[in-house]
């Protein structure tokens, strides 16, 4: 199995920052692609940024010129840099990892257990 394990989330006023770490764990050959969706109180769950399977990256526009995703292939690990951070970023953020278990085996898409970000004064 494959866990993935969230932190870095909390409470931040407008204009300020947070970083949000996802380190995926367990029965991995390789990551094709990883990244971070967010799901605010009766809204559907929408990509906020992520490494595709070949290593571009995708932004929403609303976070584009303030988020930022990076990552660190030899730890499994994708971060998440958010600056001027605005109350509509208030979420529940969630990692998402599509794994390859074996060299020629399926890709399979591992939800991590959420972090919530709420940005207030």
């Known amino acids: 199995q494959v866990q993935l394990v969230e932190s870095g989330g909390g409470l931040v006023q407008p204009g300020g920052s947070l970083r949000l770490s996802c380190a995926a764990s367990?029965?991995?050959?390789?990551?094709?692609?990883m990244g971070w969706y967010r799901q605010a109180p009766g809204k559907q769950r929408e990509l906020v940024a992520s490494?595709?399977?070949?290593?571009?990256?995708n932004y929403a526009d609303s976070v584009k010129g303030r988020f930022t995703i990076s990552r660190d292939n030899a730890k499994n690990t994708v971060y998440l840099q958010m600056n001027s951070l605005k109350p509509e970023d208030t979420a529940v953020y969630y990692c998402n990892a599509k794994v390859r278990r074996e060299r020629l085996g399926p890709t399979y898409s591992y939800w991590g257990q959420g972090t919530q970000v709420t940005v207030s004064s």
């Open positions: 367990g029965s991995i050959f390789s990551i094709d692609a």
């Open positions: 490494f595709t399977s070949i290593g571009t990256t």
